[in-house]
Structure formats: C-alpha cells, structure tokens
T-cell receptor, first 113, second 115 residues
Framework: GENVEQHPSTLSVQEGDSAVIKCTYS??????FPWYKQELGKRPQLIID?????GEKKDQRIAVTLNKTAKHFSLHITETQPEDSAVYFC????????????FGKGTHLIIQP | DAGVIQSPRHEVTEMGQEVTLRCKPI?????LFWYRQTMMRGLELLIY????????DSGMPEDRFSAKMPNASFSTLKIQPSEPRDSAVYFC?????????????FGPGTRLTVL
C-alpha cells in the first residue's frame, strides 16, 4: 500500500517569513495529493490540493509543488500570519481517484510573533 | 448544508463495553470514509463505502471493529468489546464522485475514551 512520509514534525517560523513542509510517497500510481490544516480540537480541512498532471498550484499565500519523478510534494506558505499556526497534513491517494487517503504524520507549524 | 454530522461528540466507556459511533454524510455524497486519529499513528483510514457498499476495509484493525451503511444518509462504526487502546478521535468524511478527483469533507469527530 501507499506510505507517506512528512517532514519536519515541528516547524517554527517568524511571522512574515515563509514555511515549507515536505512529503514523499511510495506508490507511483498515486494521482491526487491534498493538504489539510487541523487546528486544535477541530476537524481536518482541505486548504489546497494538486493532481498528478500538474506540477504546481497556487492559491494566494499557499502553493504546492509536485515532483512525480522523485515522488515528493511540498507545501509553501508565504508571509506567514498567526492564524497559520496549526497542524498540517499531507496525503496521497492511489487508485481510480475515489479511494481513501493515506496521510503523513503531520507538521506542527508555530508562527512566532 | 450542515456538513458531515457525527454523534456522539464525546464518548467515555469502560473496557469491554460496546461502542457505536454514528455518521450522517453530506446529502448527495456517494462516498463515506471512516478515519481514526491518534498521536502515535496519526490519521488512518479504517474503511470506506461507495453507494452504501463497503469497498476497502483493510484498515479495520481487528474483528472487534465493524462498520455498516444501511442507507445513503447513515453509517455506524461499532467496537465490541472496546479496549483502552481504541481511545482516539474517530472522523467520518464524505465526498461526491465528479468524474475526476473528489474532495473529502470531514465531520467534527468523536473523541472516544476507553477506561
């Protein structure tokens, strides 16, 4: 089955700086890579996703890049703000497009004022 | 739309008792997923359904766990008998197949504590 590794487990950055979280996956058939943000005691919520036929996607301060050859993808957050503090999960989905997600272990992002 | 609904939000029970978690997916969604979240193991897929039919239950940890989806608007996850290591947050998620890639929407979760 799919295996997703995520690094780092904790990331502390100064407010206004950029944050980068990296993930690798094992199944070359995986074709969909979402990123979820989870605040303390809340549900995971999708913030951005990328499909295997796209190399990069951007949504305001958030961007995701995908390198299919190397089987890794990354989340980039620019101009970080206090409300960006949360746990971020990467995930991968293999199969026909509707299978369950395999999640990374999460990155606790701390924005220092 | 109310989103995915789960009940109860919190459950405290004693080892050996039966526990039933409930989920109502978003109306019109044809996929339903059950996930478990713990500090040690993170978010794990337990089972998912398509049009009320279980498709993949390879993530169900043991025979003590069972899940059903009797209709398009209701699913249950049952643990019998429960054990302390089952303590976790259980999330239900649903999605709608749109011919390509489908976003999964998570419910608020049920925090289960087994004493």
């Amino acid at each position: 089955g799919e295996n997703v590794e995520q690094h780092p487990s904790t990331l502390s950055v100064q407010e206004g700086d950029s944050a980068v979280i990296k993930c690798t996956y094992s199944d070359s058939a995986s074709n969909y890579f979402p990123w979820y943000k989870q605040e303390l005691g809340k549900r995971p919520q999708l913030i951005i996703d990328i499909r295997s036929n796209v190399g990069e996607k951007k949504d305001q301060r958030i961007a995701v890049t995908l390198n299919k050859t190397a089987k890794h993808f990354s989340l980039h957050i620019t101009e970080t703000q206090p409300e960006d503090s949360a746990v971020y999960f990467c995930a991968a989905r293999s199969g026909g497009g509707a299978d369950g997600l395999t999640f990374g272990k999460g990155t606790h992002l701390i924005i220092q004022p | 739309d109310a989103g995915v609904i789960q009940s109860p939000r919190h459950e405290v029970t004693e080892m050996g008792q039966e526990v039933t978690l409930r989920c109502k997916p978003i109306s019109g969604h044809d996929y339903l997923f059950w996930y478990r979240q713990t500090m040690m193991r993170g978010l794990e897929l337990l089972i998912y359904f398509n049009n009320n039919v279980p498709i993949d239950d390879s993530g169900m940890p043991e025979d003590r766990f069972s899940a059903k989806m009797p209709n398009a608007s209701f699913s249950t996850l049952k643990i019998q008998p429960s054990e302390p290591r089952d303590s976790a947050v259980y999330f239900c998620a649903s999605s709608q197949w749109q011919g390509s890639y489908n976003e999964q929407f998570f419910g608020p979760g049920t925090r289960l504590t087994v004493l």
